[in-house]
């Protein structure tokens, strides 16, 4: 099978209304570039019709290829998992519910041609989400990029296209918390971003990332990217003393003074204080122990339950 130019890695989680839009849409805006492309479709154990669409849509559209997991494993390892199979020299990353059109890929491609730059993403002009979500992912973004030490645009996410040169320094990363708009920062190489306004979801249907999902990957992406959680620890620590030799002068000098003092209470809260704070800092401690040791287990990222690529 000869290596096509061009693959679009899209992971899929119970989309089954979005499937047939996803693939026309996308074989609409890449035959722009070339009729040469793949297009890989990841079912991340979709619960609903999400697979028999997409196995029906590979009758019409014979580059569509669908590769299956043995469960939900999420988005980001889902991501992993296409870009393993991808066979192009150049590779595009693309959300599945069109929030990222695929219209922008032929303008990504033209940033890439010609090497001319080895990695080229998206960057969200403005996004349309409710105000809650894009609050706390703003949040994050400004969290972020003050801790990271990442040059990273502000605003950016999966969807990009990058050439096999930076893919294969992308898939050498082998953490298994991964974070992938931070990872594809951290090879370097010559980046280049497109501007564009992300799409709401064509059917108007809750994402499939759910809050919990997103926390969990804001936590993935401080942890791996910056010392934060242990800078809070140690200044607050830091902090405490300095409250101590304040309040230590305080009570030297009243005794000297002469003066009683009397703080049953004040002694009751701050025993308190410094108890919760501890183990909020051991709970963090925990994590980082918790992550070692994820890592050192070295279980596999995502199973293949079958790939439909012939
Ligand atoms: N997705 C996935 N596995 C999951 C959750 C989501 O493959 O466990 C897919 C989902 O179908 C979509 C993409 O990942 O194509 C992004 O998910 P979503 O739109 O929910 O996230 P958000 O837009 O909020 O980042
Ligand atoms: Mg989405």
Known sequence: ????????????????????????????????????????????????????????????????????????????????????????EYVAMMDGDLQDPPEILPRM????????????????????????????IKGFHALFQNFSKLQEADNVGNFSMMNRRALTAFLSLQEKNRYLPGLRSFIGFRQASVAYSRAARPDGSVPKMSYKRLFALALDALFSFSDLPIKVC?????????????????VLGSKIMGVALIGWSSLGLSLYFLGSIQLVFLGIMGEYVFRIYRENQNRPLYFVQHYYNE
Not at 17 to 41: G, H, K, P
């Open 1 to 88: 099978m000869a290596t096509p130019l061009l693959s679009v890695v899209i992971p899929v989680y119970n989309e089954e209304d979005l499937i047939d839009t996803l693939v026309t849409r996308c074989s609409a805006a890449l035959s722009a570039i070339s009729a040469d492309f793949e297009i890989i479709c990841v079912d991340d154990g979709s619960r609903d019709q999400t697979l028999a669409r997409l196995l029906a849509a590979r009758t019409t559209e014979p580059r569509l290829k669908v590769l299956v997991l043995s469960r939900n494993f999420g988005h980001q390892a889902a991501y992993t998992a296409g870009l393993h199979a991808a066979q192009g």
């Open 109 to 136: 491609w033209e940033l890439l041609r010609h090497d001319a730059h080895d990695v080229v993403y998206g960057h969200r002009t403005d996004r349309a989400e409710g105000w809650g979500r894009q609050l706390l």
């Open 234 to 250: 140690l200044y607050t620590g830091i902090f405490g003393i300095l409250v101590f030799m304040l309040a230590g002068m305080y």
